[in-house]
């Protein structure tokens, strides 16, 4: 048992109530704070009393292990939580991440796909599987890049979300910030088929006196909601049925089209950033930056004074 046990399982209870961060965001502090536990444990360290450049040589640990910029600023960021609430509780006189600067974000551009790639998935969907898993496919792929929606958000819908036949849907997002989001006609459509379909099979299972869930998209896990693992592996399906290369496709790539499409088409970024969900719009301008090296590329290729060309 490590000697950080009882106060990294304090700070994510904190984290859990009084910031409402999301089980996923703290099963990730959870373990980078094991990982940094793990670190101390072998170099000698207390993490009661390392300081400013013990912190640095764990972050440099990490960069030697091969790690991206993206990981290492995240757990960066889990430590200056981490001993932020250390220092407020009392537990520490001083914060030792307090004046660190991060490796800097990433500028990878995120992987997008074309219109009619993005068609091609939503359509294919509506014949993939048996009845019942058609109209629950259709629903799930209409909703996602109808709305921009994160994976999380998308697969934990209440029902209630879905009645009375809605233009909007409320969605809870990250720190448990609501949101509205818009349905396309044809999202709506594939919403209300499935509703129907889902009343029929909740019917079903009270007949047999098992407790139906209160998800959109159920699911006999633990969960009592479809998994984002096993929707990850359905959408990676739904590409190959599509002809697709699996390999570029994965839920979080249709949230990027629909956000780089709706640029294309000639939408604002604030508005892209409400219904994303984005707290900044700077996090919202890599979708400018995609679309700058579509159109770099297509000059490249088109321009009669192009090499290419």
């Known amino acids: 048992m490590s000697l950080l046990d009882r106060p ?16 996923n965001t703290t099963l990730a502090y959870g373990r980078d704070l094991q990982n940094f536990a793990q670190w101390l444990s072998l170099q000698g360290y207390d993490w009661t009393t390392i300081d400013q450049t013990g912190i640095e040589a764990y972050l440099g640990s990490c960069e030697a292990e091969g790690l991206s910029k993206p990981t290492r600023a995240r757990r ?7 001993y932020r609430f250390a220092h407020e509780e009392g537990w520490r006189n001083m914060n030792p991440t307090i004046r660190l600067s ?21 359509e294919i969907a509506r014949s993939y599987g048996r009845t019942a898993e058609r109209l629950r ?9 109808a ?51 889902r009343d ?20 006999t896990g633990a969960s009592g909601h479809l998994t984002r693992h096993r929707f990850y592996g359905l959408v990676k399906d739904l590409a190959v049925a599509a002809g697709i290369d699996p390999s570029r496709v994965t839920p979080h790539t249709l949230r990027h089209a629909f956000a780089t499409h709706l640029l294309a088409n000639g ?24 679309l700058e090296a579509r159109l770099r590329n297509l000059v490249l290729e088109s321009h009669p ?5």
Request: positive net charge; glycine residues 8%.
């Open 8 to 23: 990294i399982a304090a700070f994510l209870d904190a984290m859990t109530a009084e910031r409402n961060a999301s089980r």
């Open 267 to 290: 939408a604002d970024l604030r508005s892209i950033q409400v219904l994303l969900g984005h707290a900044d719009v700077s996090t919202t301008q890599i979708y400018t930056h995609v």
């Open 76 to 82: 960066l960021s889990s430590l200056r939580q981490f």
């Open 102 to 122: 991060g490796p800097g974000p990433s500028r990878k551009l995120p992987k997008t796909l074309t219109e009619d790639e993005a068609g091609r998935l939503v």
């Open 200 to 219: 029929r099979q909740a019917e079903a299972v009270a007949k047999r006196g098992a407790q139906a869930t209160s998800y959109l998209f159920p699911s």
């Open 305 to 309: 004074l192009s090499d290419n060309a």
């Open 147 to 197: 709305t921009g929606m994160r994976v999380s958000e998308l697969v934990a819908l209440p029902v209630s979300a879905a009645r009375g036949d809605p233009k909007m849907l409320l969605v809870r997002g990250k720190g448990g910030k609501e949101r509205l989001v818009p349905l396309s006609g044809p999202s709506r459509s594939a919403l209300q088929a499935w509703l129907s379909e």
């Open 137 to 145: 496919n259709t629903c799930l792929m209409e909703l996602l890049y």
